[in-house]
């Protein structure tokens, strides 16, 4: 039997979010396999609950666990089965584990990583745990404004978050050199016009991608790795107009000869759009699940198979 959620129903079930082009795509590759409807489609799925567990669990003998991408949540289906039943790692889980525990314990030197998306509160924890592992930390994505804030630069109107500038000002001033933010930006004048910034923007400007400046000065920085982790796009990478400071980055992942990881989410979508997804080394499955484990070291589905009965 297998089990699994799609989209983000609201614990109902929804048309939107039918599991029925997987089922049917699941009988060509294993006939005989049954697929439970959406896991979220039923509350007790988000909210871990015991009757839910007990659902999923009557008539089953053993338990696996091939969701990485779901492993950071405290889900009935992830840390239910474990409770009662023999369980154990599936391949892709394994995989993922072994390589994203390797970055942390494990790292070649220089080890990079390469941040970005648009709020630091997302990710405050993995940017405090990697500088104590990395050599260097590259931010790019609305996120630098915040660290720009904490410069005393002026950001125009673009997008920052204003109760992290202390924390982000902390953080430069306990990191020493190994953070490397954009040296120039691009995006649209008060006016509304693409032009390209240094890192000081006028009054109503707002900052969309990183320049072809910093999108060089990352390459460089990646292409001195041994070992790179991405995750975040370096700007608004769907619009055309703000999509070539992330190309560049990908890029450069994939001409580098570094052990190269890219942390799911936004950074593999983007990989994809531009056909490079096959040109790093591992594309996690889990864009949350991957920062989690990067933080912590450990994730509560993980934890859950640990304490599984098993003979």
Not at 62 to 85: C, M, Q, W
Not at 138 to 144: D, L, T
Not at 237 to 254: H, W, Y
Request: hydrophobic content about 40%; some cysteine.
């Amino acid at each position: 039997v297998c089990a699994s959620h799609l989209g983000r129903p609201k614990g109902a079930p929804d048309p939107a979010y039918s599991m029925e082009p997987v089922r049917a795509r699941l009988a060509e590759l294993a006939p005989g396999v049954e697929l439970l409807d959406n896991l979220r489609f039923d509350p007790g799925e988000t909210g871990n609950s015991d009757e839910f567990v007990a659902t999923l669990t009557d008539g089953i003998d053993l338990y696996v666990n091939d969701a990485f991408g779901a492993s950071h949540r405290e889900h009935a289906s992830i840390v239910g089965p474990p409770k009662t039943l023999p369980s154990a790692m599936g391949r892709l889980l394994a995989k993922e584990v072994d390589v994203l525990t390797g970055l942390r314990d494990r790292p070649k030197r220089p080890f990079v990583a390469v941040l970005g998306g648009a709020k630091i509160s997302d990710k405050l924890g993995v940017v405090e745990a990697l500088l104590e592992t990395v050599d260097s930390l590259v931010i790019g994505g609305a996120m630098c404004f915040t660290f720009f804030a904490a410069r005393g630069e002026p950001i125009g109107d673009s997008l920052f978050e204003p109760d992290q500038v202390d924390t982000c000002r902390r953080i430069l001033d306990e990191s020493g050199d190994k953070i490397h933010l954009p040296e120039d930006l691009v995006g649209l004048d008060a006016n509304g016009e693409f032009a390209t910034f240094g890192t000081r923007l006028p009054d109503g400007a707002k900052g969309f991608d990183i320049g072809p400046g910093s999108a060089a000065a990352f390459t460089d920085v990646i292409m001195d790795a041994r070992m790179v982790f991405w995750n975040g796009p370096m700007g608004m990478f769907e619009d055309d107009r703000f999509a070539a400071g992330t190309r560049t980055v990908a890029q450069a992942m994939a001409d580098t000869k570094a052990f190269t990881v890219v942390g799911g989410g936004d950074s593999a979508a983007a990989l994809a759009q531009f056909d490079l997804d096959d040109e790093v080394d591992h594309v996690s499955t889990g864009g949350g699940a991957s920062l989690e484990l990067l933080e912590l070291g450990d994730l509560p589905g993980l934890a859950a198979l640990r304490g599984a009965p098993n003979a």
